[in-house]
């Protein structure tokens, strides 16, 4: 069974920087896909970053250059480097990854909050 450990949430200030690893445990295959969506009060979880294997990244918009994923595939840990943080970033972050074989599974998510 899949397991993730994110960490790296927290209170930060406008124009502040966190950085969230997750870490994948419990698959004997490859996780094909490993990333991170985020959820704000009141509104739809969406996608912020994904990077593949082959080392290919899904981005969203608003990330606008301000944030990087990368991972390490040896230790299973995906890497959101968040810089430039505004309020608006303030939201449930959770970690996403999709096995070779199997269903994606969801981490429990962590909070970041970005206010002075």
């Known amino acids: 069974q899949v397991q993730l450990v994110e960490s790296g949430g927290g209170l930060v200030q406008p124009g502040g920087s966190l950085r969230l690893p997750c870490a994948a445990s419990?698959?004997?295959?490859?996780?094909?896909?490993m990333g991170w969506y985020r959820q704000a009060p009141g509104k739809q979880r969406e996608l912020v970053a994904t990077m593949s294997t082959s080392g290919r990244t899904n981005l969203a918009d608003f990330v606008s250059g301000r944030f990087t994923i990368s991972r390490d595939y040896a230790e299973n840990t995906v890497y959101l480097q968040m810089n430039n943080l505004k309020p608006e970033d303030t939201a449930v972050y959770y970690c996403y990854v999709v096995p070779d074989y199997g269903d994606g599974v969801w981490g429990q998510g962590t909070q970041v909050t970005v206010s002075s």
């Open positions: 419990g698959s004997i295959f490859r996780f094909a896909v």
